[in-house]
């Protein structure tokens, strides 16, 4: 399984840009797929995540409100809607996916804090500059 993460670029603050994660020969039932970001100089930062199959989501207060996670489970594809962009959205964005291999259904929060090597997958970024 790989991710590839695509959708990034340049654009002007209060533009907009999406974000996809694909996964190549995915085969699993009940994951999270979560986007991170960071930036130069600063800590990593998760910003959204959405869990397979009941589509639950969560946002960072950075990022609420303006942002939209969503999924397509057919084509194996999680998508970041980001609109009203700002300058310190600049960062490199990532994503990744945790199999959700117990008969639990975790809170999507803490999930955001963990470590890219706790993901069972992780992607190689898509850069993200805004431009004031």
């Known amino acids: 399984v790989q991710l590839v993460e695509s959708g990034g670029g340049l654009v002007q603050a209060g533009g907009s840009l999406r974000l996809s994660c694909a996964a190549s020969?995915?085969?699993?039932?009940?994951?999270?797929t979560a986007w991170f970001r960071q930036a130069p100089g600063k800590e990593r930062e998760g910003i959204a995540a959405?869990?397979?199959?009941?589509?639950?989501?969560y946002y960072a207060d950075s990022v609420k409100g303006r942002f939209t996670i969503s999924s397509d489970r057919a084509k194996n594809t999680v998508f970041l809607q980001m609109n009203s962009l700002k300058p310190e959205d600049t960062a490199l964005y990532h994503c990744?996916?945790?199999?959700?291999?117990?008969?639990?259904?975790?809170?999507?929060?803490?999930?955001?804090?963990?470590?890219?090597?706790?993901?069972?997958?992780w992607g190689q970024g898509t850069q993200v500059t805004v431009s004031s």
């Open positions: 990744g996916v945790l199999l959700l291999l117990g008969s639990g259904t975790p809170d999507l929060a803490p999930i955001l804090l963990r470590h890219p090597a706790e993901f069972d997958y």
């Open positions: 020969e995915f085969r699993f039932d009940r994951y999270v």
């Open positions: 959405i869990r397979t199959p009941d589509g639950a989501t």
